[in-house]
């Protein structure tokens, strides 16, 4: 955490370890043990260690849990997105490279093939999300997006079983709106129309007959 050791280096052996603080190597595996929970530290192979920044997700797995320990409702975590991905689309507005706009393209291409299967369309939904809140280049608004997002994963899927087909037509000219802001690097145009989105989910939840202050559950539940 002070920086004196960088992400890549190459930790010393549990032996060298275990000389330099003084201590036992089963203790030194259990800090091993528990860096290694934490995302600080990967194992190279079957042997060497070496630290690593934890990955996003990772940490996000566990926030989620802790949302759904703390009984966070629906209506809660929409209130979290809405304040958050418009945000997302104004920043990937001005931030997304040309590669990342082409994926994007290529998941409206994909998303527009599919609008029958409402299990692809679902996924390709959060492809979109999750491809657009990366260009945004934003660490600290992708951490406290991502265990939002994975709660909202299950309840999207359970709204589009019960709304009609009509559904994911919205949801990709939605999509299509936010894309061609970004294309037109116009970040104002971005947020609005991904407010819409968000607006119009909130809608669609309430006609699939959800509750929106109902307790969330994981997608592993």
Known sequence: MSGQIKSGDQLPTETSLAAQFGVTRSTVREGIRQLEQNGLVRREGRRRLHACVPHYKGLATRLSRALVLGQVTFRQLWEAFFAIEPAMARYAAERATAEELDAMGDNLARTSAALTSRHSVVELDAEFHELLARSARSQALLLGREPVSMLFLPAVKLMMERLPQSAAQRMYVAHMHVYTAM??????????????????????????????DGAVGTSDD
């Not at 294309?183 to 929106?212: C, S, T, V």
């Open 183 to 212: 294309r037109e690097r116009n970040p104002n145009e971005a947020g609005h129309w991904m407010g819409k989105h968000i607006i119009d989910f909130q809608r669609g939840y309430a006609l699939a007959g959800l509750e929106m």
